[in-house]
């Protein structure tokens, strides 16, 4: 055996060794699979739509900043070479009307308003896709097939007075989200990750709790109350009043109008 072949099969062997299966991932492994037949099973794994109407509010230091009624129409993308394979329009306004939205292309993100469709900071698109790479859900429908991605069982805890299965989820760049599972429900019901924010050169905790689970179409249960919190601070709670899975949604519902005026 030549000295390169040598390397290489030690390589193997060892890349072998590091994924091998431990009490640890068998453990998550029986827990990830029980936390998606609680979603719907196949209707939650083969799920391509899925709209939520609701209730958006802001918040600062803890106080309400805005309320603005929202429509988060979201598709799934089989076949897409982009890092994030899902497209979504986030609709601003009252009485159905869309005043303001945001429109998560394949390759860019957009805000749109009256005066027209604006690309979001490149710094702003990368948090958001992130944030989109930690999701429980979308590790969950998109992402437990991924080369080198690793989940780990941590053990059984007490969170926020519900009794929890502790999860950690490793991506193949060393991304890493935690996620507590409901005991009984099986059902996400808190995740927690850390990213770097160049803007104050530190690191900052970015945690989400789901609650009031209901069906939504297909079998599938989905959280209509979503909260975050950035730093142990309320930033941002979502209050679903109708979510529906399964729709239709034309793809010009994720496309920039043809004659869209482009703000710089």
């Not at 390397?7 to 091998?20: E, I, N, P, Y």
């Not at 719907?40 to 309320?67: C, H, K, N, P, V």
């Not at 897409?80 to 306004?93: C, H, L």
């Amino acid at each position: 055996m030549s000295g390169v072949t040598r390397r290489l099969f030690l390589g193997t062997v060892a890349s072998g060794l590091l994924h091998a299966a431990t009490p640890s991932t068998t453990r998550a492994k029986e827990v990830v699979a029980k936390t998606i037949h609680a979603l719907g099973g196949d209707g939650f794994r083969q799920m391509m739509t899925r709209t939520e109407t609701g209730r958006a509010y802001s918040f600062y230091r803890e106080q309400i900043t805005g309320l603005s009624y929202a429509r988060i129409h979201t598709k799934y993308l089989s076949h897409s070479e982009a890092p994030i394979r899902m497209v979504q329009r986030q609709s601003f306004g009252k009485g159905g009307k869309e005043d303001t939205a945001l429109l998560v292309t394949e390759k860019e993100i957009w805000n749109l308003s009256y005066k027209g469709a604006k690309a979001m900071a490149s710094e702003k698109a990368a948090q958001f896709r992130e944030s989109q790479f930690h999701d429980i859900f979308y590790i969950l429908r998109m992402r437990l097939e991924e080369p080198n991605f690793v989940t780990e069982h941590h053990g059984q805890d007490v969170v926020e007075n519900q009794p929890v299965e502790h999860l950690e989820f490793i991506d193949g760049e060393n991304r890493s989200v935690s996620v507590w599972i409901h005991s009984s429900t099986l059902l996400p019901v808190k995740q927690a990750f850390k990213r770097w924010d160049p803007a104050i050169n530190d690191r900052r905790e970015e945690v989400t709790r789901y609650t009031k689970y209901r069906e939504c179409g297909n079998g599938v249960m989905w959280p209509h109350d979503v909260q975050r919190e950035r730093d142990k601070e309320k930033i941002y709670e979502m209050y679903a009043e109708k979510v529906v899975v399964g729709a239709s949604l034309p793809d010009s519902m994720f496309e920039l109008p043809p004659l869209a005026t482009i703000l710089k």
